[in-house]
């Protein structure tokens, strides 16, 4: 596997950011970049960036890249945002960097995790097979953390029957949403699907880009763990294996909001129904209604009001005349 770079999107989370590239450190597999995006621009971000280069650097020698190149021989990339751009325009920025830079894979992660040591070597041995995977993740209670790995996009939804257990005999399943929380893909989905979408701030832009891969190459969820997770969050446990966490109410204005943008790429492949789509979005507020009930009964009135407010937003963005999807990256000049 060549080239992996690992890109990671940070925002007021020094001590999480810290932990995540110690265990970057512990990796049997180096990484030929680390580009860490940072949405707060922080002083104290960039020295925990510039001690982890240093470390990085020291324990895998400079990349063999030629010195005058873009961005150097150093193992590491600090790439610092004038504004909040959200996980999106964060992981959007960060894939741009790394594939300027030349990498030939990107493995996106939040600052709130830590890779397992062979994780990147395990990914590597999946890249033999397909250009995008998704592997397994550990809650952080080091429990097994449950992920919905198939989208309806008639329903703009995740599939709530996706099946969490592994048949004897089943190396893979094939899914049709990432999460950049632990996603790996290739130079060529980049270059086929373009970046990801900045403009979702937050939420189920990653959704849509595991879409979008599906779309030229077979996605795979692996059940193999590559990482964990590791800040606590209030939930509900519903069943024996699934929970319902909790948000914010900026969360739940995105979680309406950027259905308006999965419309408008659905509509691109012939995938998007008017029926389907409202009932989707029934089934949205019926979630979040329980949510905020079971978790953050606080947030009842307020919460709401974001719900309203994003269904309205996602309306415009529906019927928006100038709305463009995300280029290819040979259509936007980018080598």
């Known amino acids: 596997m060549r080239r992996a770079a690992i890109v990671i999107v940070t925002f007021k989370r020094q001590a999480l950011l810290g932990g995540l590239l110690d265990s970057v450190l512990e990796l049997t597999a180096a990484p030929w970049r680390v580009v860490v995006v940072d949405n707060e621009n922080s002083d104290e971000t960039a020295c925990i960036v510039a001690d982890f280069e240093a470390r990085a650097n020291a324990r895998w ?8 190149s873009l961005g150097g021989t150093s193992r590491a990339l600090y790439v610092p945002m004038e504004s909040n ?25 939040d600052d709130d995790v830590a890779v397992e040591p062979d994780g990147l070597e395990t990914l590597g041995r999946w890249s033999e097979e397909t250009e995008a995977v998704m592997g397994l993740r550990r809650d952080f209670d080091d429990g097994h953390f449950f992920w919905q790995y198939r989208f309806w996009p008639r329903l703009a939804i995740y599939n709530p029957l996706s099946r969490d257990g592994w048949r004897q005999g089943e190396r893979f399943k094939l899914c049709n949403a990432l999460c ?10 980049v270059e086929k699907i373009g970046l990801p979408d900045a403009r979702f701030f937050i939420y189920l832009d990653d959704a849509l880009y595991g879409y979008l891969a599906s779309k030229v190459t077979d996605v795979y969820y692996v059940p193999d763990y590559v990482l964990s997770r590791r ?4 939930n509900q446990g519903i069943g024996s294996v699934r929970q319902l966490n909790s948000t914010s109410d900026m969360a739940r204005y995105y979680i309406t909001r950027n259905r308006g943008y999965l419309a408008r790429y659905f509509k691109l492949y012939g995938e998007y129904n008017a029926v389907g ?4 979005t029934l089934l949205t507020f019926a979630k979040e209604l329980i949510r ?13 009001r974001r719900l309203v407010a994003g269904q309205r937003e996602a309306r415009r963005i529906l019927h928006d005349p100038s709305w463009e999807p995300m280029p290819p990256l040979a259509e936007r000049g980018v080598q």
């Open 61 to 68: 020698g400079l990349t063999t890249d030629d010195p005058d």
């Open 85 to 109: 751009t959200g996980g999106s325009g964060g992981f959007s920025e960060g894939v741009r960097r790394a594939y300027e830079l030349g990498a030939e894979w990107f493995w996106v992660m």
């Open 180 to 189: 950049f929380e632990g996603g790996f893909f290739s130079r060529g989905v």
């Open 231 to 234: 800040r606590e969050v209030a």
């Open 277 to 280: 789509f409202a009932f989707g």
């Open 292 to 304: 905020i009930l079971l978790i953050d009964r606080s947030h009842l009135v307020s919460g709401m």
